[in-house]
């Protein structure tokens, strides 16, 4: 539930879960040990008063015990029947006081409820002394310790012991407070097994609801990309059960529907081939010159298109699986072999990067970027750094840029900017709109920018799945 992370130096602590199963988690967790802390303290709540009525029942009950002892015991053994009664909670002795009395540090309460409580307990010792011949005997509460919520009580009974006024009284005093003994551990132990097994059963249970979700969202992350996968099995609940079907569906129609559109588009592209040179043919046969070549030129601008246009469907279509690759050393083999043919071309970043990606579609998405700065840029840096997001691989040229309102506008299919791309360069518009679509295949994206020294940026963004 807890992640730690940098943000300019400082550390971020996240304490809820992102994830939906981290939420249910926390969320039955925190509504069991809620739970749980309230039974208890119920629990031992009622336990502490059924304690404190078992002991003022046993003070009651001793006293009655010892004034049927006295009745029976004749007077000059009083004291040792007083004495073998007497234990380390209660203490007796004959006074000729006809009222409950407070010795030592003891505190005599006199209130509204104490009154209710010493005439109850009154009306329950008289049951007790049933039988016995003494009289209505006298309650009264003490403070043996503690101030106000945290006080320790005491009790003083006095029981006459014939009939008033002149009989004797025998008078009973507590001289420890009564209090129940301590913590139940048996019951805490059962409450802390009982909700160990419920937490365990709970994850057990909100994992396994949630797998199917995490699969889903993992096949429909690898579908964004591009990436080739069997359909997925459906099982869970009912919900999701019918989300993973519809997500099979959906994956389906959307590939039957590519992959026929790349093959019509290939299917033209291949067609068109034979009238381009059947044109050509008869543009050959024009005796005009000027017209001649004007004709051969349109139809080897055509013929790049086409051919071009042919050669980005037959990619598409092959499905290249994605693997484990270093793209730093991809980069830096591509750079060399644009340094070999002499063309301006650095590289800037670390040795070695593995990420997981299809090499062979990056290394054409970033030949073309290189190529362009090089043709409309004169020189090409290239630069490779982490990000937040993953990776980005970054093509400064020194060339005149692109205005940004038209940024946009060059990732379209045979868009050329006239007053920054040439036609006599041959190229035809699409380089850009594939270095986009294989970086939005992985997932990432392809962007332009402003360089730091001028001219044009472009920065392709790769996620980056292993760290």
């Given amino acids: 539930m807890k992640s730690v992370g940098s943000d300019g130096g400082r550390s971020r602590v996240k304490l809820w879960p992102g994830s939906l199963a981290g939420q249910l988690i926390a969320l039955l967790l925190i509504a069991l040990v809620g739970s749980q802390l309230l039974a208890g303290l119920l629990f031992f709540g009622e336990r502490r008063d059924a304690l404190l009525a078992m002991q003022r029942d046993h003070v009651l009950a001793r006293t009655a015990s010892v004034v049927r002892l006295l009745a029976a015991t004749a007077p000059d053994r009083a004291d040792e029947v007083l004495a073998a009664s007497s234990s380390r909670l209660l203490r007796f002795r004959l006074s000729r006081e006809p009222a409950p009395e407070a010795s030592g540090d003891e505190v005599r309460i006199e209130g509204r409820i104490e009154g209710r409580i010493e005439r109850r307990l009154a009306a329950d010792l008289v049951g007790y002394l049933e039988g016995t011949g003494a009289g209505m005997p006298r309650v009264g509460l003490t403070r043996l310790e503690g101030q106000g919520r945290h006080a320790r009580l005491g009790l003083t009974l006095a029981v006459p012991l014939g009939p008033e006024p002149d009989a004797l009284w025998l008078a009973a005093r507590t001289v420890a407070p009564l209090r129940p003994v301590g913590w139940a551990w048996p019951a805490v132990a059962a409450l802390a097994a009982s909700a160990t097994a419920i937490s365990l059963i709970v994850i057990f249970m909100v994992r396994r609801v949630t797998r199917p979700l995490r699969r889903l969202a993992d096949a429909a992350e690898a579908f964004g990309r591009g990436e080739p996968g069997a359909p997925l099995e459906v099982q869970g609940p009912v919900e999701a059960r019918r989300s993973v079907a519809a997500f099979n569906e959906m994956r389906g129609r959307i590939r039957r529907f590519v992959d026929d559109r790349m093959s019509l588009l290939a299917a033209i592209s291949h067609d068109l081939r034979t009238p381009i040179t059947a044109l050509r043919l008869r543009a050959e046969l024009i005796e005009e010159t000027e017209t001649r070549e004007k004709m051969l030129e349109t139809l080897a601008e055509l013929q790049r298109m086409v051919e071009a246009t042919l050669s980005f469907a037959r990619e598409e279509s092959a499905a290249e699986p994605t693997r484990r690759v270093d793209v730093a050393a991809l980069i830096e083999a591509l750079v ?118 001028g001219g044009l940026r472009a920065v392709l963004s790769l996620p980056d799945r292993v760290r």
Avoid: C
């Fill in 336 to 453: 060399a072999d644009f340094a070999e043919l002499g063309r301006p071309v650095s590289y800037r970043g670390p040795e070695s990067l593995i990420a997981e990606l299809r090499p062979d579609a990056l290394r054409r998405a970033l030949r073309n970027l290189i190529d362009n700065a090089l043709t409309y840029g004169a020189k090409a840096e290239t630069a490779l750094v982490r990000s937040e997001q993953g990776l980005e691989i970054r093509i400064d040229d020194a060339g005149p840029g692109i205005p940004a309102e038209q940024r946009e506008r060059v990732f379209d299919p045979f868009r050329r900017l006239e007053t920054s791309r040439s036609r006599e360069t041959g190229g035809v518009g699409l380089g850009l709109s594939i270095a986009r679509s294989i970086a939005r295949g992985h997932g990432g994206d392809l962007t332009l920018q402003t360089a730091p020294g």
